[in-house]
């Protein structure tokens, strides 16, 4: 039994014509009579009943084709896989902040060291990076928030801090020049939050319930998927945010934001590196792993 075999009988099952079959694998149809002939002799049971006006699949034959689909998928599989090995090719998937603001340094950091090794790279949020790795999308994930899925190999990698972002204006300026504590004065100020998913959103939940405080309280105008949205949209005017340092960082700069503070308890994290724990990594990943050990992050 080989794969040309089972090729032929499972174009044969779906065209339900030898000859149909036989112009779709482009070989002769005498061809893909003796491919079904040997795999009948094979396993020493009849597939197809077939007559000059008529063809029938036997419940063998049903059963075969369903094998056959599978191993046939498996076949591609393998194939792409040893494929992607070959252009040492890494699938990283990555949440906003370190899609955003500490891979591209990385990459390009590695990327000089090893110029044969390339990166494709799929963003979403936290929860979306896991969903993808366990569905094996991705080599390597970069997360805001720990997982504890026993599936996973999950390890901090660079740290962050939560803050608040507000428009630079008079009426925040003057919070800026208090010495007490404004962030409840803040809060009720309109309020753009992340979506769920994300840990950044989770890290901003965790505070306002340490804080005591409930959606509902808040006076919420928007939920973004997009940091550089929401920095614009604070910049602009619309409302307040609680977003990560690291992405404030230039806007801060330009002062085109004001930055408060949040106690140390509720605003500083981690950032996570995930992969599964039964995946066999290529040699290449396992490079990139070890570079990120060693980088100052």
Excluded: W
């Excluded at 044969?12 to 002799?41: D, K, N």
């Excluded at 608040?164 to 204006?169: K, L």
């Amino acid at each position: 039994m080989d794969f040309k075999q089972l090729q032929s009988f499972v174009t044969v099952v779906q065209e339900e014509s030898f000859t149909q079959a036989a112009g779709r694998l482009f070989v002769s149809q005498s061809t893909v009579s003796t491919h079904i002939h040997q795999l009948e002799s094979e396993l020493n049971t009849k597939l197809i009943l077939r007559t000059t006006k008529s063809l029938q699949i036997t419940p063998k034959g049903r059963e075969l084709y369903e094998y056959a689909l599978n191993i046939l998928e498996l076949k591609e599989r393998m194939i792409q896989a040893c494929s992607i090995e070959s252009r040492r090719i890494i699938h990283l998937g990555a949440s906003t902040i370190p899609s955003a603001y500490i891979l591209p340094q990385l990459l390009a950091d590695f990327g000089k060291l090893h110029q044969d090794i390339y990166f494709i790279i799929h963003q979403s949020d936290s929860q979306g990076i896991i969903n993808g790795l366990k569905d094996g999308l991705f080599n390597l994930g970069f997360i805001g928030m720990s997982c504890e899925d026993s599936d996973f190999c999950c390890q901090p990698f660079c740290k962050d801090r939560m803050v608040v972002i507000t428009p630079v204006n008079e009426h925040f300026l003057q919070y800026k020049q208090q010495k007490e504590n404004v962030l409840p004065e803040l809060l009720r100020e309109p309020l753009i939050l992340r979506e769920k998913g994300s840990g950044s959103k989770k890290m901003a939940d965790n505070f306002l319930a340490h804080s005591g405080i409930s959606e509902d309280e808040l006076q919420i105008i928007a939920r973004v998927n997009d940091q550089e949205t929401i920095k614009n949209l604070v910049a602009g005017g619309m409302g307040i945010s609680i977003i990560s340092e690291k992405a404030a960082h230039n806007f801060l700069q330009e002062k085109r934001l004001l930055v408060f503070e949040l106690p140390q308890a509720f605003s500083e994290r981690s950032l996570y590196l995930i992969y599964r724990k039964n995946y066999l990594l290529p040699s290449y990943v396992k490079e990139f792993l070890g570079f990120i050990s060693q980088s100052k992050l």
